[in-house]
């Protein structure tokens, strides 16, 4: 265990409807050493966030798609900071230059809203938010 790698205590809750972006961030993710899982919707991922905090084995983070069916990005965030006030919520979307929108999320409670696909940007922020909990 010497050499493991100082970030796997880390665990992140992978959330978008497109199966191929859900793989894409969890490569990405699970390369720098973090663990993930993934949930295809808002309503699954909230389930999933839930169940966990129950069982002890809570999330440190979560990613979502902002645009998904049955639960949107901006619901599972309300959700989740209504149970966990200081939890980290990172946005992505199609839509992040779009001001009032991001602004709007923001002030919601997640704690960065990126363009989807920027992956450098995520791991940035994981790095630097994840050092700080």
Not at 79 to 89: G, M, R
């Amino acid at each position: 265990m010497e050499n493991e790698n100082p970030n796997s205590k880390y665990r992140i809750l992978v959330v978008d409807d497109q199966l191929s972006m859900r793989l894409v961030y969890q490569d990405i993710i699970q390369f720098e050493g973090y663990r993930t899982e993934m949930a295809e919707d808002g309503k699954e991922g909230l389930e999933k966030y839930m169940a966990a905090e129950r069982g002890g084995d809570w999330f440190d983070a979560v990613v979502t798609d902002l645009r998904m069916p049955n639960m949107d990005g901006e619901g599972l965030l309300q959700n989740i900071i209504k149970y966990d006030p200081a939890a980290l919520v990172y946005i992505t979307t199609a839509d992040a230059d779009k001001q009032p929108l991001v602004e709007q999320l923001l002030k919601l409670g997640a704690k960065q809203v990126l363009l989807k696909g920027k992956f450098g940007e995520l791991i940035s922020g994981l790095r630097h938010d994840l050092k700080e909990v």
